[in-house]
Structure formats: C-alpha cells, structure tokens
C-alpha cells in the first residue's frame, strides 16, 4: 500500500509537470486521502493541499484550473493560499473557512459552486465573482461579486456575518435565499426557505418580524432554537419545522398550522426536564392550533408530555360517557 501511494504521489507530479497536459491522467489524494483519474481536458483535477502542487497549478491553461473537494479549514492551509492569483478558477464543494487569517488574494470572476466559503481578510478580491449552491459569509468583500450585484441569492445559504456593528450589515431587504442561519437588522421583506435559529444567542425576535416569512405567516424547514418565537404566532404555518421549546410558553399559537414538526425536550443548567415539560409548552397552547382543532394532531410530532396528557384527557372523557 505505501509503495502503491509512493505511485500515485509521482504519477501526479509528473503529469503537472509535463509539457502537454491536456491529456495526461492525473492522480491526486485531497483531503478525505480519496483519489480519482479524471483528465485534466475535463478540468477536473483533485489536488492536495501542499503549497507547491497548487503553484503548479498555477501554470495551468484556464480551462484546467479547478478545484474540487478541497478543504482549505485552518490556519495553516489558509496560510498556503496567501499572495495567489485565483482569478477565473472554478470551486467545487470546497471548504475555505480563513476567518481572517486569508490574504493577498484575487477571486475576479471565480466561480462557487457547492461547499461553503469565508472568504474574509486582508486585500480579498471578489470582484464579478459568482456563487451558488453553496454556504457563503456575506463580508465587506462579498459585495462586489456578481452575485451580489444581480442579487442572485436563491440557491445560497446565508451563514455567520463578520461584521461589528448594525451600521455595516448589507441590505438584505427583498432578497430570497435557500437558508439562513444567522440574523440581521436589516431584513425588511426578506425571505428564506430554512434557517437554523437553533444556536444563535443574538437572533432578535423583532428582525425576524421584518422578514417575509413571518409577515406571510409561512416557515419550512426551519430550527427553533430558545425562546426565540415572537409572541404573535397566530395563524402561522410552520413546514418541516423543530423546536427546542424552551421559552415558548408565552407565544400565542392560534390557529397556528404544524405540518411534519418536531417538538424536542431541552433541558439546561438551570432547568430539569421536568420543569421544562410543566412550564414550557402547554396543553392550552396546543388546544388552540388548527391541529387540535380539526383533529389532524397525527400530522406532527408532539412533545411526550402533550401526548400523555391528551391520552389522559380522552380517557377521562371516555369514562365520563360511560356513565
């Protein structure tokens, strides 16, 4: 086996290294140690990580000079990219997550596709660059991208933002995108298929209010994390939804509509699970949505203790009949 990875790593070397490359074979580990025989004329060449096979690299016609599943996650490989000229290159599902440790590097024109990118720090160049399909930190520079400019931003998820203070956050107004995990001052009709709410301490309850989604009363896949509901549920329909329910016993779920939900029993360092069960999502609550109203409570999965207590409500009723 190590001699036969001794082959590979040669049989890579030389193909880089060769005059004519447009039909060498290249043989190539990445990050999981997979490899592939893709053609160079087929632009798709899987490298590893190492600084000099992506120098080399750099000698490649354009039309070869794609990355694919490669993860460039910390500070040391972060550090391999500094000072090069990525202009028109291609990224496929690829990780590059420098939070501030990128330098010195020039994305004119490059392409995203798939994987997720922070591409933030000193002197980043993302002019007419062009993202989709992928997990991407709007920063300062993602703004002169393409993709930002055409607002084009349905087939991407919107993840952590760098920025320090409210005056800076981009305009997110009227924009559509695949997913958010995170929030910002500025979302006035906003809208999102998903989001993850789930992890997010600062997530304010009145920016969600300004979105789309809360003013057409309609969420889908989505993830509820604590007390993060504004009170004025009523009449919402929630898709594919969880929620971590603590803090929901003051939220108003009138009428509310739950299609394939999960309720998920949360406890933490100051509460038990059984004061969560008794203070954080109550029967009334439930006996005022749509669900229980015209009988379709099976469409979704309720917390244990809702469950319990109906039992034992149709129980009572049933021995109140017998009478």
Known sequence: MRYLWFFIIFMATAALSAQDLSKETVYAPFSNLAKTNSTLEEAHCLINLALSDLRKLMELPHRHRVLIDCDFDDETYCDTLADMDFSGWKFQN????GFGHLENLDFTGAEFDGGEY????????????VFKNCAVDIGPHFLASKTWKDRATDTLWLVWLNYNNNDDYPDFSGLHFKGIDVTSPRMENMSFSAADFSFIGYMK??????TANYKLRFFKDCHWGDDQLPH???GCCF??????????????????MFIECEFVEKTTDALTLEQVKSTDFTLEQVKSTWNYKTGNMHLSKWPKHIEKALEEEEKAKAQEEKK
């Open 205 to 210: 309850k009145e920016h969600l209010c300004k």
């Open 94 to 97: 690829c990780l590059i997550s």
């Open 239 to 256: 898709v594919r939804c969880k929620f971590w329910y603590i803090g929901m016993k003051d939220v108003d779920f009138e009428d509310a």
């Open 232 to 234: 004025d549920m009523r």
């Open 118 to 129: 922070h591409l933030y720090g000193k002197n980043i160049n993302l002019e007419n660059a």
